[in-house]
């Protein structure tokens, strides 16, 4: 829903408290989720009894998932069922998503051997695995859907209040006057327990201004941006002292001495070849350097 820009938060819609994860479906506190459990172990007790699973191992594995879902460590003991031992040292998570070990068919093979019964081990895995997702995980996802979705006219009054109350308590409990730009202080001027009993406008109105007032002030004070900003000016500052063009490189000076050495031998040349006529010998003398 949070991908979607349906809500504003990921938190789990039950309890308000958690990021809602695969794994916080089954563990949430909600008081909804607790008694959806309790119904569903409720349910695979008796499945279990059904399927002449002795009551040893019943016990464990409705332990084994309890402990799961309080958030409870289970150590491994020699009280234990073998296959629960097992289990244990893969780890709870793997029973709740339907990850069992072998030892669970090999276990009930025998028993039912001892009970001279004709079902199969293999066929109580399979069949467990598949009630571990219609008895407990289906439930909780419907109860959440129904919870989210299925709502009557008031319910819908009721949770939209609740969810901006919910939004205004975070927002004011998660920041400070102190941090805010001077201009949007004023939204703690009334206390908290005063604002909840606001009606929906005026929250909706208080949210809406807290999420402008804090964008803008991070704005302002992102400290990335005061860093680069004081980079900028300081060297803007220095560029403005330092005197023109001392920065670019200087020009590489070329000698021109070839250049009017070629211009002469060619001016020689063309002498040759046309010979100016002179008027007298005189002229014609080479002119020699005063001394
Ligand atoms: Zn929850």
Known sequence: MLRRNHWRADYCPRCRICVETHDHLLTCTHQQCIDTFRSSIEKMEVWLYSQHTPPKLILDILQLL???????????????????????????????????????????????????????????????????????????????????????????????????????????????????????????????????????????????????ALSERDRQFQPDQQHQAAFMHKWLDRSRDRPPRQHQKKKRRVSTRVRKRISLLHHRQLKRQHPIPHSSDEESQPKRRKR
């Open 66 to 212: 309890t402990n799961w879902k309080q958030g409870i460590e289970t150590v491994i003991s020699t009280r234990h069922s073998p296959p629960i031992q097992t289990q244990i040292h893969l780890g709870n998570r793997h029973l709740i998503e339907g990850r069992i070990t072998k030892h669970f068919s090999a276990f009930m093979d025998e028993h039912y051997a001892s009970i001279l019964s004709k079902k199969s081990g293999k066929r109580w895995s399979a069949m467990f695995i598949q009630k571990i997702w219609t008895l407990i995980h289906k439930p909780q996802w419907e109860n959440r859907n129904t919870f989210v979705h299925k709502l009557n006219e008031e319910a819908v009054k009721t949770r939209l209040r609740e969810n901006l109350q919910q939004e205004l308590t975070t927002m004011y409990l998660s920041n400070l006057k102190e941090t805010l730009l001077h201009n949007d202080r004023h939204l703690y001027d009334r206390s908290l327990s005063e604002l909840l009993q606001s009606p929906n406008a005026h929250l909706m109105a208080w949210n809406e201004e807290m999420r402008v």
